[in-house]
T-cell receptor, first 112, second 109 residues
C-alpha cells in the first residue's frame, strides 16, 4: 500500500452497535487525526495522536475513542453508535503536528 | 471563539480567473492551508502560507494577510476539472487545525 487507507468504504449500522473504523498509513508519519465531515460544517477534529502511544481530544470527541499502538494504525471506535454520528469520516496523517495533512479516502457511515 | 468564513458557492467560466476569499478569527495562528476536495473524494493539499504575501504554484496562488485575518486562493486559466470544493484551514497551534466549511466552485463551459 502507498499512502493512507481506510476501511470500510461505507457502512450502515444499527443504533447501539459498536463499530471500529480502521486507518493505516505507510508514510511513517508521527501525527494522525480523525475528522468527521458534515454538510455545511466542514471538517471537525475528533481525536488526534502526535506519536505512537499518545492520543488527544479534538473538537468533537464525545462518543468516540481511539488508540495508537504503533506508528501505522489509528483505529476509531464508536462504543454505542447513535444516529447523530452519521457522517463521512476521514483519517489523516502528517509528518509532525502542524505539517501538511494527507487524507485517506474516507468512510461513509450511516447509523439508523 | 474560532471562526473561518468562506463563500458557500461560486461559479466561473472555463479559462477565466477566480478568487476564493477566506477570513478567520482564531485563538492562535501558525499557518494557513488550502485544500481541494472533489465530490466524494478526500481533501488534497494545495498551498500553505505562514508569512504575509503571495505564494504562487502554477495556476494556483494563495495570499495571506495575518493582520487582517484574511487569505485568498486565486485560480487562473480555469479548467472543468477545477470544479470542486476548496477548504481554507488554519493551523492554530499544536495539533489543532480548524477547517472552514468550504467553497464549492462550479466551472462552466
Amino acid at each position: 500500500i502507498a499512502g493512507i487507507t481506510q476501511a470500510p468504504t461505507s457502512q450502515i449500522l444499527a443504533a447501539g452497535r459498536r463499530m471500529t473504523l480502521r486507518c493505516t498509513q505507510d508514510m511513517r508519519h508521527n501525527a494522525m487525526y480523525w475528522y468527521r465531515q458534515d454538510l455545511g460544517l466542514g471538517l471537525r477534529l475528533i481525536h488526534y495522536s502526535n506519536t505512537a502511544g499518545t492520543t488527544g481530544k479534538g473538537e468533537v470527541p464525545d462518543g468516540y475513542s481511539v488508540s495508537r499502538a504503533n506508528t501505522d494504525d489509528f483505529p476509531l471506535t464508536l462504543a454505542s453508535a447513535v444516529p447523530s454520528q452519521t457522517s463521512v469520516y476521514f483519517c489523516a496523517s502528517s509528518a509532525a503536528g502542524g505539517d501538511t495533512q494527507y487524507f485517506g479516502p474516507g468512510t461513509r457511515l450511516t447509523v439508523l | 471563539g474560532q471562526n473561518i468564513d468562506q463563500p458557500t458557492e461560486m461559479t466561473a467560466t472555463e479559462g477565466a480567473i477566480v478568487q476564493i476569499n477566506c477570513t478567520y478569527q482564531t485563538s492562535g495562528f501558525n499557518g494557513l492551508f488550502w485544500y481541494q476536495q472533489h465530490a466524494g473524494e478526500a481533501p488534497t493539499f494545495l498551498s500553505y502560507n505562514v508569512l504575509d504575501g503571495l505564494e504562487e504554484k502554477g495556476r494556483f496562488s494563495s495570499f495571506l494577510s495575518r493582520s487582517k485575518g484574511y487569505s485568498y486562493l486565486l485560480l487562473k486559466e480555469l479548467q472543468m476539472k477545477d470544479s470542486a470544493s476548496y477548504l481554507c484551514a488554519v493551523q492554530t497551534g499544536g495539533f489543532k487545525t480548524i477547517f472552514g466549511a468550504g467553497t464549492r466552485l462550479f466551472v462552466k463551459a
